[in-house]
């Protein structure tokens, strides 16, 4: 399950690198349409996919294979997928199953792909309706992450990966949290920095896959935020007024932080902390309390939770997690309320 | 990679021990028409497949997750792939691949299956006229050997599923390979007898397996009598007159014996007793030596060989394996006469 992590904004060199370790006889490229634009010269094999997630599905993979058979991949080639986590998905599906797998690594181009799906090893596609029905747990050989390609992402998709890289804080390191706290959207973005930011952040996710890669237990740590945060996102998306999955993380990281100071004692400080921090970078939120029984019921349903109970992973204090933890209705009731209260809503 | 290996013939309570284990919310049965039948009572959930390699399609993979989904298979299901190799590969890559990974166990209905493709974790399908071009490693967790189906086989998949033992016993064990040497194929089957012989040749794969589960090197140790034997069966089919596939595995075992003697002194009497075996019960050899030059072009062209060379794996005595030794045509012709010598063709 070992990734080799690579951190660099000289993304170019990073993979001579990778092909002079040598025995690839063809190296391919997979990227979506906008990220192949990316590719200042237009590598010699390079597949073009259609963007967004409704386009990551089985007909999209099987272009994919097809492409793969007529350029004469074998198991000795290298396929490198540049893109968001759509593309790393199925990307990462495809050279997966091709040949029963071909080595492949992701570069992911957005700050939610590098510190999400592109580390991890879980690679898939949508299938009957319902997100990531089919895949495998395959990790890629290298992930280099970049901040390079972040320049020109909308603030959304920032404050998106933002969010996942608190959750990553949080599950790991105090020093870390605090510091996050003190990050400024509106000024440009300082590379280094935020290459820095990234280490730290893609490090605690690989150390916990490392122990847990098919998520037989502690991987649940990394459903922080998202027991709550994934009933935000499916209701706005039911309203047809979906918001960014981040957004709905970071709401779903103040609740959960609520709660895990109503059952394990987080301290409030904390709480009020991250609070404030998501009020003045995720504001927009869409819900009031007569959405709280639809909310209910989403966290019920939860693939997390069984026998109608609502599980999520809680803290004891930063870096102290608990997963499994079962909480009740008026627990989450009353966390709604507080996380209202912080926002100001 | 650990298969957990179950050798009886009360497959339905194995079955029962397995379940029993637990936490599994169903079962499902996968079988192809002619398996399906093996069932006296049909399952609650079963899934029906075409039977034959022409139908180990994505077509009708993608009809199986269809129905996986429908009955509301979760990480927390059971599979059981009923049949023969084909459907244990693409049974088992549907489960492998569903929601990242469902539990599955291999209950191999012919000797091939059971001593071939049940165990050592390859799935797949055929995909663009290439053959488990589209799969995955994915180790069943239990495979359930059982002679009980074997009674109704055709004597030809009978001594095709033989032939893959012999390889076996070639690869490890000289007494086994002399005991099989006695086989008799006009007597009916002895059950206890024949499923001893199965949990040693069984054994064999999965400890080579379990050194290389992804085929890195040692793994092509069993691809023993298949560079020589491919060939024959590619051009048989290219003829439009097949050979059981372990019929051309019984005439490679031969050529490979010959060439192992000349390459690293495979003693000659090993020679002699393997060529008698296969004169005695795989007779029907269809070629002459105006079909050589046909058959080396086809070796040179096998997965395991490259840049025009013949690789194969070969033996300097039995159960003392080498690995990648490469070959001339002159090897390979003065072999195969010798292979004509012995059948007597």
């Given at each position: 399950?070992?990734?080799?992590?690579?951190?660099?904004?000289?993304?170019?060199?990073a993979i001579g690198q990778i092909e002079a370790r040598g025995g690839h006889n063809i190296t391919v490229w997979i990227a979506d349409v906008n990220t192949a634009r990316l590719l200042s010269t237009p590598p010699r094999h390079l597949i073009t996919i259609p963007d967004g997630d409704e386009n990551k599905t089985l007909e999209t993979v099987t272009r994919v294979w097809d492409e793969m058979e007529r350029m004469g991949v074998t198991r000795h080639s290298l396929v490198i997928n540049l893109g968001g986590g759509m593309v790393t998905d199925l990307g990462g599906f495809a050279a997966a199953t091709f040949k029963r797998g071909v080595r492949?690594?992701?570069?992911?181009?957005?700050?939610?792909?590098?510190?999400?799906?592109?580390?991890?090893?879980?690679?898939?596609?949508?299938?009957?309706?319902?997100?990531?029905?089919?895949?495998?747990?395959?990790?890629?050989?290298?992930?280099?992450?970049?901040?390079?390609?972040?320049?020109?992402?909308?603030?959304?998709?920032?404050?998106?990966?933002?969010?996942?890289?608190?959750?990553?804080?949080?599950?790991?390191?105090?020093?870390?949290?605090?510091?996050?706290?003190?990050?400024?959207?509106?000024?440009?973005?300082?590379?280094?920095?935020?290459?820095?930011?990234?280490?730290?952040?893609v490090q605690v996710k690989?150390?916990?896959?490392?122990?847990?890669?098919?998520?037989?237990?502690?991987?649940?740590?990394?459903?922080?935020?998202?027991?709550?945060?994934?009933?935000?996102?499916?209701?706005?998306?039911?309203?047809?007024?979906?918001?960014?999955?981040?957004?709905?993380?970071?709401?779903?990281?103040?609740?959960?932080a609520v709660l895990s100071h109503i059952k394990l004692k987080f301290p409030s400080d904390d709480v009020h902390r991250l609070g404030y921090f998501v009020r003045d970078n995720y504001r927009d939120f869409p819900f009031t309390c007569d959405d709280y029984d639809d909310l209910l019921e989403l966290m019920r349903h939860d693939k997390k939770s069984r026998d109608g109970e609502i599980t999520c992973t809680l803290l004891a204090a930063i870096g102290d997690y608990r997963i499994d933890q079962t909480v009740t209705a008026d627990d989450v009731t009353a966390a709604l309320d507080i996380l209202r209260d912080l926002l100001g809503v």
């Open positions: 399950m070992a990734q080799n992590l690579i951190f660099t904004n000289d993304v170019m060199a492949f690594v992701n570069v992911p181009t957005t700050l939610l792909g590098a510190v999400d799906a592109a580390v991890g090893g879980k690679t898939g596609i949508n299938f009957g309706g319902l997100k990531n029905e089919i895949g495998a747990f395959a990790p890629a050989s290298d992930v280099i992450t970049s901040t390079c390609f972040f320049d020109t992402l909308p603030m959304p998709e920032v404050k998106s990966g933002f969010a996942e890289v608190l959750k990553h804080a949080m599950l790991s390191d105090r020093n870390e949290f605090l510091h996050l706290l003190d990050h400024d959207f509106t000024v440009p973005i300082d590379h280094d920095e935020l290459l820095e930011r990234l280490r730290h952040s690989e150390d916990i896959v490392a122990r847990d890669p098919n998520e037989q237990g502690e991987r649940k740590a990394l459903n922080l935020g998202h027991t709550v945060g994934h009933a935000f996102e499916s209701l706005a998306m039911k309203r047809g007024k979906p918001v960014p999955h981040g957004y709905a993380v970071a709401w779903g990281l103040v609740t959960e």
